[in-house]
């Protein structure tokens, strides 16, 4: 049983910043994907950024150039940087690792980001 465990949430102002840590119970060399998800109250959960295996990012675009995604596949963790963050920020944010050769989906159980303006 693989299992992710957010840490690094919490309440900033407008234009501030944080930093949020997984760290997998397993390791993570053999997820293709690990990534950010975030869901607000009152929306569907989305996608914020994701990096492969290989180290390469993507990010939505409301986050480009403010957020930065990283992976140590050595220590089993994804972190995501973020900067100038925005009142829009505001949600719960979820790591994500796929396993596509053996089917595998896994979720955190994710952490609270609060941006006040």
């Known amino acids: 049983q693989v299992q992710l465990v957010e840490s690094g949430g919490g309440l900033v102002q407008a234009g501030g910043s944080l930093r949020l840590s997984c760290a997998a119970s397993?390791?993570?060399?053999?997820?293709?994907?690990m990534g950010w998800y975030r869901q607000a109250p009152g929306k569907q959960r989305e996608l914020v950024a994701t990096?492969?295996?290989?180290?390469?990012?993507i990010y939505v675009a409301s986050v480009k150039g403010r957020f930065r995604i990283s992976r140590d596949n050595d220590k089993g963790t994804v972190s995501l940087e973020m900067n100038k963050l925005k009142p829009e920020d505001t949600a719960v944010y979820y790591c994500n690792a796929r396993d596509l050769k053996l089917g595998g989906n896994y979720w955190g159980q994710g952490t609270q980001v609060t941006v006040s303006s």
């Open positions: 990096i492969t295996k290989g180290g390469h990012p």
């Open positions: 397993v390791s993570i060399f053999s997820m293709n994907t």
